[in-house]
């Protein structure tokens, strides 16, 4: 079954953490296998208590395991780093079929 990384980041300065932590991220949810399927700044907040202009980042894995895998390494420990400071994060795995039913 699927996993996915759903994170919601309130971010205070867009241009530092997408030139720094979203570089080096984007590299290694590649070399660990995973995919982006979304990857959207200026939510709209209806409900809770994050706050509006949150960014929202959505990465697909082939299964819980291997988000871990990226999410536990050391050369991810290094890159979120580069995120203290100018993001307040929300981070949740799920496992689900795919929409496409490859996995079924």
């Not at 241009?15 to 979304?38: E, N, T």
């Not at 939510?43 to 697909?60: R, T």
């Not at 299964?63 to 949740?92: C, H, M, T």
């Amino acid at each position: 079954m699927a996993a996915y990384l759903i994170i919601s980041a309130k971010i205070s300065d867009r241009d530092r953490f997408i030139s720094g932590y979203g570089v080096a991220a984007a590299k290694l949810v590649d070399q660990f296998g995973g995919r982006y399927v979304l990857r959207a700044p200026g939510a709209q907040l209806l409900e809770g208590e994050f706050g509006d202009g949150g960014s929202v980042v959505i990465s697909e894995w082939n299964d819980k395991a291997a988000a871990l895998r990226f999410w536990n390494s050391p050369e991810y420990a290094e890159v979120r780093k580069l995120r203290e400071g100018i993001a307040d994060v929300q981070v949740v795995l799920i496992e689900a079929p795919r929409i496409d039913g490859s996995d079924a």
